[in-house]
Nanobody, 124 residues
């Protein structure tokens, strides 16, 4: 069993930055592919970024390319999402997700474990 706890959300002005963290329980973090998704209530969950088990490979969605950076620290069992140049349209609930295995996906149904979400609000 893996438990994920996100933190770091909040209110920020457009153009500002936030760093989200997701701490995972257990000693199997290095075997997990980690991802971030976001969702507005009533809408479909949207893929944001994913990072491989080693941290050597990442992928993100076009709308955050060049602004968001996903990273991980396997020694701390934590994955991060550095969000810069934030826009009002980035406002959402951000979720951390995990799956065992080296393959990574943009499809949320492929992920087994989910955090409770953290709210990000960007004011214009």
């Amino acid at each position: 069993q893996v438990q994920l706890v996100e933190s770091g959300g909040g209110l920020v002005q457009a153009g500002g930055s936030l760093r989200l963290s997701c701490a995972a329980s257990g000693r199997t973090f290095s075997g997990l592919t980690m991802a971030w998704f976001r969702q507005t209530p009533g809408k479909e969950r949207e893929f944001v970024a994913v990072i491989s088990v080693s941290g050597g490979s990442t992928s993100d969605t076009d709308s955050v390319e060049g602004r968001f950076t996903i990273s991980r620290d396997n020694a701390k069992n934590t994955v991060y999402l550095q969000m810069d140049s934030l826009k009002p349209e980035d406002s959402d609930i951000y979720y951390c997700a995990a799956r065992f295995g080296a393959s990574y996906y943009r499809d949320d149904v492929k992920y087994t474990y989910w955090g409770q979400g953290t709210q990000v609000t960007v004011s214009s």
